[in-house]
């Protein structure tokens, strides 16, 4: 069996994902070493994968977009982060790749340090994205902007028209500062975000059809596996969750710092009279301004499996993780993108017909309530998705993707080294 690195950004909501794919791989005999934050260090050694943290540095450097005042403020924000967080990644990788001298590297869509190091070896790899990459496809609009597919010559002339600006100002922003990065590990320059996201031989990405846009082509080395479900292990139900004596709706916010405790306390206000119990999570800290209702229970952090379990509808920031998980279980969403990617699993979401999308600058406990009321509405539509990404195969396929498209072209290398010698086995 074969020895795989996997490095991942400091960020348990790519952590998640990417240990499903990880125990998976680990199950079939592959011996899994894993970089992470240091918050899912003892996760990871408990679920049996040689587990250590990234460098502490890395994850000082925090991810801070949600205070820009427009989105070019915030994608500078977020390029400034990732490409400084990547110039430790470079060290911090080749040391990880000496020390175990991996057979196949798995490596975070985020973690661009790490995925330039890759790019550089002989060692085979392949780029693991829990959420929609932006990746180019025909009939597909521009990334970023939250734009659903617009038929024929109209959207055609409006694709062509923002595709240059949306990523001419991307762009802009990332290849400088990214082929710097690329140039430091040892990695051929690359001309567009595009080449630059296809790099690897292999992406996985976690999601599925009719979620994704029934247009959305990226080519054979880009492929889908759904959403990859974990959670820590619950010992036991927690006695005021089985206690609940009514239908719940679950909102949840990001794992990342933003301002969208907003969201929660709009939801506790908005559903205070209706006949559902409100489970509201905030992982990334409870504010002192957050105030629980009769029919509300505020906490930081609960698997939500077994909230969802008995949920009419998940209310969420539009972070994939939390609104494929609803999906996943059927259960329609009302989302309420604040900032990244958000506006495009919201859009996603709409015009998918599992769920509704509101603005977070039109959020008010009114439209809150209307839209969480005819979200409940359209189970239909979500036990689609939910049938679409069953049928993408999940971590299982991802597995042998894996196994057949890296480890397969691993044994090619088995003998030899990382700098093209003889390698130690």
Same mark, same amino acid.
């Given at each position: ?17 990417? #240990? ?30 040689? *587990?250590? *943290? ?15 005042? #427009?989105?070019?403020?915030? +994608? ?18 080749? #040391? ?9 590297? $798995?490596?975070?869509? #985020? ?136 239908? $719940?709706?679950?909102? *949840? ?109 039109? +959020? ?62």
């Amino acid at each position: 069996m074969a020895t795989i690195l996997a490095y991942t950004s400091p960020a348990l909501g790519h952590l998640f994902p990417f #240990n499903a794919l990880l125990l998976e791989l680990s199950g079939r005999g592959h011996k899994i070493h894993l970089r992470t934050v240091s918050a899912g260090v003892e996760m990871g050694r408990r679920l049996g994968f040689t *587990t250590d *943290t990234i460098d502490p540095r890395i994850e000082a450097i925090v991810h801070d977009d949600w205070k820009a005042s #427009n989105p070019r403020a915030a +994608l500078k924000r977020a390029v400034d982060v990732f490409c400084r967080r990547a110039a430790y990644e470079v060290v911090d990788f080749t #040391n990880a790749i000496t020390r175990t001298r991996p057979d196949a590297l $798995i490596v975070d869509v #985020n973690c661009w340090g790490a995925q330039s190091v890759a790019d550089a070896r002989d060692i085979p790899w392949a780029c693991f994205s829990p959420y929609t990459p932006p990746l180019q496809s025909h009939g597909v609009p521009p990334f970023g902007l939250g734009l659903g597919p617009l038929p024929g010559v109209l959207g055609r002339v409006r694709d062509a028209t923002l595709r240059p600006i949306v990523m001419g100002m991307l762009e802009k922003a990332v290849l400088p500062l990214g082929n710097n990065i690329r140039a430091s590990a040892g990695a051929p320059p690359v001309a567009s975000v595009d080449e630059f996201m296809r790099r690897a031989p292999l992406m996985l990405v976690a999601s599925g059809k009719p979620f994704e846009y029934p247009q959305t082509n990226w080519g054979d080395t880009v492929q889908m596996i759904g959403p990859c479900m974990f959670e820590p292990a619950m010992d036991t139900v927690p006695d005021w969750l089985t206690a609940i004596d009514r239908p $719940i709706v679950l909102v *949840t916010t990001s794992s990342q710092q933003q301002a969208d405790a907003k969201l929660v306390a709009t939801a506790i206000t908005a559903l205070a009279d209706e006949p559902v119990h409100v489970v509201a999570t905030l992982p990334a800290g409870l504010p002192s301004d957050v105030t629980p209702g009769p029919n509300a229970t505020v906490c930081e952090f609960v698997p939500h499996g077994p909230v969802l379990d008995r949920a009419v509808c998940a209310v969420t920031h539009g972070g994939m993780g939390a609104t494929q998980k609803a999906l996943a279980r059927g259960v329609p969403v009302c989302v309420v993108p604040f900032g990244r990617d958000q506006f495009e699993v919201a859009r996603r979401v709409e015009v998918a017909g599992c769920g509704t999308r509101l603005p977070a600058k039109k +959020l008010t406990a009114a439209r809150l309530l209307a839209d969480v009321r005819q979200a409940i509405t359209m189970t239909d539509g979500a036990r689609q998705v939910a049938a679409g990404f069953a049928a993408t195969g999940g971590v299982a396929r991802g597995a042998d993707l894996i196994e057949q498209r890296v480890l397969g072209t691993a044994l090619s290398f088995a003998g030899k080294d990382l700098e093209g010698g003889t390698r130690p086995r």
